[in-house]
């Protein structure tokens, strides 16, 4: 009798589990919209507003925008994507604020949330893939899952076999915050020249640099116009060697370092820069920064030891007009 019913339980669980499968692996594919809303557009346009100007403060109002035509078209993959960077930018440069919130880290999960949905939705947008790979990074982090981490780590490698002009960057840049010694801050910093080489279909010196000789190559086509300034970044190029010499500071060789900070200089618009002065002071106190860079950071002290990933101009040395 006991044994007729544990059978007869156990069939009727096997068969659940098995209707439950069949459910959700049936279930119907969210498909990308072929068209965008009106909302959707004049969300955008705040979204470049915002951005262009610096506009930390402005964020709010932009996400609200942005969430309100996501919510009428789930399916816009630029603008789930638009939402993803806003909340990635949130939590890079929050030391704007004037107290951090412990709820600070919520971006990190919402902008992997939004990078995923707009990867699902765009799977061949080698961007929000390398996007998407940082904030696992980020939240896997924040949260010490390496399981997480690893994914998001994996996933970056993918991003920057789509696209390594971009990617490259991308995957450099999210490791410049690792102890020197790690093995992943030697990749990031390897990952910076590699991205110089594939830029100039070339090798590039890496003590005498000399990238003057290469400026040449400017173009705003292609997938080498991410090697430049754009609409889209019109500072790439400044902040791509404000990065970088970061990292060659934090690595002891300083020497380098400043002679990468000096090739920001070679830019069209360096003069219109907002940043020029920053540079200007890691060229002038590169020996001395080592130390500063690799010192623990201090949540209290707003400016020591603040390279420019995890400080107040993360995303701005960039994308600020």
């Known amino acids: 009798m006991k044994k007729g019913f544990f059978l007869a339980a156990l069939s009727a669980g096997a068969l659940l589990i098995g209707c439950e499968y069949a459910a959700v692996q049936t279930a119907p594919k969210k498909q990308a919209s072929a068209t965008r809303t009106p909302a959707a557009v004049k969300a955008d346009e705040l979204f470049w507003e915002t951005l262009h100007r610096g506009n930390y403060p402005g964020i709010p109002r932009a996400l609200d925008a942005l969430t309100a035509a996501y919510l009428e078209n789930p399916s816009d993959a630029v603008t789930a994507a638009h939402i993803g960077w806003l909340h990635i930018w949130r939590l890079a440069e929050r030391y704007r604020m004037a107290t951090v919130p412990a ?33 696992m990074m980020a939240e896997g982090t924040i949260h010490q899952d390496q399981k997480l981490i690893r994914q998001g780590y994996f996933r970056m490698l993918d991003a920057v076999k789509a696209w390594p002009e971009f990617n490259l960057f991308t995957a450099g840049y999210v490791m410049s915050r690792q102890p020197t010694d790690s093995e992943r801050f030697k990749e990031g910093l390897e990952n910076f020249w590699r ?49 970088m010499g970061d990292m060659l ?46 010192a623990p950071e201090n949540p209290k002290d707003r400016k020591a030891g603040r390279m420019m990933a995890n400080s107040e101009l993360a995303c701005m040395a960039c994308h600020q007009e």
Not at 283 to 293: D, L, P, S, W, Y
């Open 195 to 243: 991205n110089m080489d594939i830029c100039i279909d070339g090798k590039i010196d890496r003590k005498v640099i000399g990238y003057e000789k290469y400026m040449a190559l400017e173009t705003t086509e292609g997938v080498k116009r991410v090697c430049w300034n754009s609409w889209i970044a019109p500072h790439n190029f400044e902040g791509f060697f404000l990065a």
């Open 103 to 135: 709820t600070i880290t919520e971006d990190a999960v919402l902008a992997r949330k939004f990078f995923q949905e707009a990867v699902a939705l765009n799977p061949s947008e080698a961007r929000y893939l390398g996007f998407l790979a940082s904030a």
């Open 249 to 294: 500071v934090k690595s002891g060789d300083w020497q380098t370092g400043q002679r990468i900070y000096a090739s920001a200089k070679l830019s069209k618009v360096y003069d219109k820069w907002k940043f020029r002065d920053v540079l200007e002071e890691r060229i002038k106190n590169a020996e001395a920064n080592v130390q500063v860079f690799n």
